[in-house]
């Protein structure tokens, strides 16, 4: 493992810049999406969530579906997408974001990190909320009394199954703050996959774009951080670190064929299970995003790439 790390500097006046710039700077912090107005009135004729991100829509087993119900299972797409932009807030960056405030890695210490830290914290906040009531504005205006029972988001079932493989406490921290900082340097890409679709509810692009927004300063805020944690990790905790990065890397951009499956069922889709089995070996259909250029700069910055047992692209 190449530990040569003396020429690396930690950007605290980008820190700096961006704790003071905070109340201008974070997008969500007075947005509410419980209404839908104006020009991003809602369209009863437009889908809530591209057909293109549905793993299974070109499947033969999945043509013959009437054309009402994939209206629905679209929708479900679309709270299921919020759901899983709430679980990585809620269940894996604040988790990270609270080890850090409460010292368990050293190099994170310093009033600057804290305070950006601690204004990040309540961006995901606003920004779950935004998620929670975009999803209940739709389920309203789409008069949807039906339920469906979906699990928690594929990237937090993985970091759970990894995590109980582990005893040692270190270990579960290190994990978790390696989840962390692949969320919050990746999650543009994909908030990108709405913010940027064409032909949707112009209203739930929006939410997405909004949230894009807040999150290219928390990628640059994670990247100090994790530059700070990793230089003050010992060999052995480096060396956990850099093994379970790709872990948690396939863990973010995996599609969660659980949730879609589970959709399936609930509108008793005939040959739900084999649709699901043959996007599940098509490798083209295993993942919903594959840009990781946050983590690879900062592979690069803590000189550790040919390490990290990932392809790059």
């Known amino acids: 493992m190449n530990e040569n790390l003396e020429g690396l500097e930690i950007n605290t006046s980008l820190i700096a810049r961006l ?18 107005k104006g020009s991003d009135a809602y369209d009863p004729s437009l889908p809530d969530y591209p057909k293109e991100l549905v793993p299974f829509w070109e499947h033969p087993g999945f043509d013959s579906v009437d054309e009402e119900i994939k209206f629905k299972i679209l929708t479900w797409g679309w709270i299921t997408y919020n759901l899983r932009t709430v679980h990585a807030e809620e269940k894996i960056v604040n988790p990270s974001f609270d080890l850090i405030l409460r010292d368990t890695f050293p190099g994170t210490d310093t009033v600057e990190m804290k305070n950006v830290v ?7 906040h606003f920004h779950t909320m935004m998620h929670f009531n975009a999803m209940n504005a739709t389920k309203r205006l789409r008069k949807m009394n039906e339920k469906i029972n979906l699990p928690d988001s594929v990237t937090y079932r993985c970091l759970l199954e ?27 890409a994909f908030l990108s996959l709405l913010s940027k679709s064409a032909g949707i509810q112009p209203k739930h692009a929006l939410v997405s774009r909004l949230h894009d927004v807040d999150e290219f300063a928390h990628s640059s805020i994670l990247v100090e951080v994790a530059k700070s944690v990793f230089t003050h990790l010992d060999r052995r905790e480096k060396a956990f670190f850099i093994k379970y990065l790709p872990k948690a890397m396939d863990a973010f951009c995996a599609q969660d064929f659980t949730s879609w499956q589970t959709i399936l069922d609930h509108y008793h889709i005939a040959q739900a299970d084999r649709i699901i089995q043959d996007c599940r070996h098509e490798a083209s259909k295993a993942k919903m995003v594959n840009d990781y250029s946050g983590i690879k700069r900062l592979a690069e910055e803590l000189n550790i790439s040919r390490e ?6």
Not at 118 to 124: A, M, R, V
Not at 308 to 313: K, L
Request: hydrophobic share 35%.
């Open 19 to 36: 704790m003071k710039n905070w109340p201008k700077r974070a997008s969500v912090r007075g947005c509410y999406f419980d209404e839908f």
């Open 118 to 124: 601690y204004q990040s914290l309540i961006d995901e």
């Open 162 to 188: 990894h995590k109980s493989l582990e005893s040692e406490d270190w270990k579960q921290q290190l994990m978790t703050i390696a989840c962390g900082i692949v969320s919050e340097t990746s999650i543009n």
């Open 308 to 313: 990290i047992a990932y392809e790059f692209e």
